[in-house]
C-alpha cells in the first residue's frame, strides 16, 4: 500500500493558489512509490524545463506556466511519458505508473 499523502504534500501557507499552475503527483510501480526517479517538465515543443527528484514516498510538484506538458519519468529500468494540461488556479494531480 502507498504511503504518501492523498492529494500530495502540503502547499506551503505563502503560495496563492490563484496565482500558479501547479502540476503534482506520485510514481508508483506495482502498487508502490517510486523515490529518487526524476521526473522532468518538458514544454510543448519538447524542451526541457524543469527536473525534480521524487520524494521517499514518490512525490513530485512542479510550478509550471499554464498550458499542456510532458512528463518525463526516469527510473532504474523504466521511462514514462505523461502529457498533463496546468491551468492557473489549479492543480493538476495525477500518478504516473511505470511498468514492472
Known amino acids: 500500500m502507498c504511503g504518501a499523502v492523498a492529494g500530495g504534500p502540503a502547499l506551503p501557507a505563502n503560495v496563492d493558489l490563484g496565482k500558479e499552475a501547479i502540476i ?4 508508483t510501480r506495482d502498487g508502490h512509490p517510486v523515490p529518487n526517479a526524476y521526473v522532468r517538465l518538458l514544454d510543448k515543443t519538447g524542451e526541457f524545463t524543469a527536473e525534480v527528484p521524487t520524494s521517499a514516498t514518490g512525490q513530485f510538484r ?7 506538458w510532458t512528463l518525463r519519468t526516469l527510473a532504474p529500468g523504466a521511462q514514462a511519458d505523461r502529457q498533463v ?12 505508473v511505470l511498468p514492472a
Do not use: R
Request: charged fraction near 10%; hydrophobic fraction near 55%.
Open 24 to 27: 503534482q503527483g506520485i510514481v
Open 62 to 68: 512542479f510550478f509550471a506556466g499554464p498550458g499542456t
Open 85 to 96: 494540461a496546468a491551468a492557473l488556479g489549479s492543480i493538476a494531480e495525477l500518478e504516473i
